[in-house]
């Protein structure tokens, strides 16, 4: 495995940038552990599972490929930092939900809405006087519902975080060409506007990024 220094060698005359390179230093070894992991389950995939070969080949080779890209955008991040969180709200506003979901690790868990919806069916139970095994039914009830839609949307949660990583690099990439001077004054305008109320879908803004920051820097 590749061992980073902890601190960069270079002068890199940005604040956002060398933020972004400790972050990224600091993280680097913990992100690659679940990059092998999971470059090494997409390879036992593809290979096949177990006794039934190929039977389960596009389900898990899409679930891992996409874990895969996940952790190696979020290793470039280093770390996700809530002002830009906030910033993408305008896009999407539930992407802290979003974010949560996807790279928790946590999933035996009950929320505030789960209790709420357990203890309005068990008093529904009670005043109708249901018997114990629908009252038991009542209890777990929520909770798998909620386990349920969550592995139902899980892909769709997971596109949308791929989405803000890609967004978030070219954001950043972009604060640190402005603040190290490295862009004419009328592309900073340019970027500024970009970035300043984000009131376009995610893939326009990276695709615009990509091409003004190409237009600047041909060898970016």
Same mark, same amino acid.
């Given at each position: 495995?590749?061992?980073?220094?902890?601190?960069?060698?270079?002068?890199?005359?940005?604040?956002?940038?060398?933020?972004?390179?400790n972050?990224?230093?600091?993280?680097?070894?913990? *992100?690659?552990?679940?990059?092998?992991?999971n470059?090494? %389950?997409?390879?036992?995939?593809?290979?096949g599972? $177990?006794? &039934?070969?190929?039977?389960? *080949?596009? =389900?898990?080779?899409?679930?891992?490929?996409?874990?895969? +890209?996940?952790?190696?955008?979020?290793?470039?991040?280093?770390?996700?930092?809530?002002?830009?969180?906030?910033?993408?709200? !305008?896009?999407?506003?539930?992407?802290? !939900?979003v974010?949560?979901?996807? &790279?928790?690790?946590?999933?035996?868990? $009950?929320?505030?809405?789960?209790?709420?919806?357990? =203890?309005?069916?068990?008093?529904?139970?009670?005043? &109708?006087? &249901?018997?114990?095994?629908?009252?038991?039914?009542?209890?777990v009830?929520?909770?798998? %519902?909620?386990?349920? *839609?969550?592995? =139902?949307t899980?892909?769709?949660?997971?596109?949308? =975080?791929?989405?803000?990583?890609? $967004?978030a690099?070219?954001?950043?990439?972009?604060?640190?060409?402005?603040?190290?001077?490295?862009?004419?004054?009328? %592309?900073? +305008?340019?970027?500024?506007a970009?970035?300043? !109320?984000?009131?376009?879908?995610?893939?326009?803004? *990276?695709?615009?990024?990509? +091409?003004? %920051?190409?237009?600047?820097?041909p060898?970016?």
């Amino acid at each position: 495995m590749v061992k980073l220094l902890s601190k960069s060698p270079v002068a890199l005359n940005s604040p956002t940038l060398q933020q972004w390179d400790n972050s990224f230093r600091e993280n680097y070894d913990m *992100y690659q552990t679940e990059i092998d992991k999971n470059t090494y %389950a997409l390879q036992r995939s593809i290979r096949g599972f $177990w006794i &039934f070969g190929k039977a389960f *080949y596009p =389900a898990l080779t899409q679930h891992y490929s996409q874990k895969l +890209e996940l952790y190696q955008l979020k290793q470039q991040l280093g770390k996700i930092e809530q002002s830009e969180v906030n910033l993408y709200k !305008t896009v999407d506003p539930s992407i802290s !939900t979003v974010l949560n979901k996807t &790279f928790s690790t946590q999933w035996l868990w $009950w929320n505030l809405q789960d209790i709420s919806i357990t =203890a309005g069916l068990q008093v529904y139970a009670q005043l &109708f006087n &249901f018997g114990y095994s629908w009252r038991v039914g009542f209890l777990v009830l929520p909770y798998c %519902a909620r386990v349920f *839609y969550d592995y =139902a949307t899980s892909y769709q949660n997971k596109s949308r =975080a791929v989405e803000f990583l890609n $967004w978030a690099i070219q954001y950043r990439k972009a604060k640190s060409q402005i603040e190290r001077g490295s862009l004419d004054p009328l %592309a900073i +305008e340019k970027y500024q506007a970009l970035f300043g !109320t984000v009131k376009k879908g995610p893939l326009q803004v *990276y695709a615009d990024v990509i +091409e003004l %920051a190409t237009q600047q820097n041909p060898n970016l």
